[in-house]
């Protein structure tokens, strides 16, 4: 993808399939923002594109780097303010914040817990920064978690995530958008923490999509608008 003139060059570090990853990249494609995406190696790519957390994405912004996709959301918005990550509406731009700050602290505990659940003896592994599912060794040779590790049919991450799912939906309301009629950055984070589901990425995922259908539609509206 060319490079404007006027825009720093911009490059995205961390594995593509990664939900934190993913958010920051539907948010570049958003603002129409050409980049580059760079995927680990090794576990040392983590600590030399990442020295103080080992934690991935890292967005490059000409010479400054970003951590921690907040942040670079943070950062996106203030560099190129248009189109906005939030709403114009004070009220609204502070549910949107929130929304995104409890996807982070909901689906982040359910998914280490699973992890842990059934790894027990790989506990600090887990909670290294490089602790990724490949380097877990749960992703298959087709890119897909082994059926054997992550199977929604017996469970999955369980009940009380699943009534997490139904807060989203009772979130979304009758809107298209998370409070709002166009997209904000907290459908982009909805959109990337449901992307492994959606994707059937583990199996039985996409069934709890489809058992909820306005959040799959939700899925797909912010899929078409951050092309």
Known sequence: MPLASATPRLVLYGPKAAPYVIKVERALRWKKLPFEAVEPTSREDFRRWSPVTGLLPVLAIGDER?????KILDALDRRFPEPAL???DP???RDQRRLESWLTETFDFYILRWVRARFPDRRGDA????GSFSSLGLIGD???VLETVFDTRDGGPGPEFERRLDDLVAFLGERPYFFSDR?????IAVFA????MATDLY???RDLLERRPRLLAHFDRVDRATR
């Not at 923490?193 to 492994?196: I, L, N, R």
């Open 193 to 196: 923490a449901v992307h492994g």
């Open 66 to 70: 970003v951590h921690d996709s907040s």
């Open 142 to 144: 087709d890119g897909h």
């Open 203 to 205: 199996a039985g995922g």
């Open 183 to 187: 997209p904000s950055r907290a459908d």
């Open 91 to 93: 009220r609204v731009a």
């Open 86 to 88: 939030l709403s114009s």
């Open 127 to 130: 909670d290294a920064p490089q």
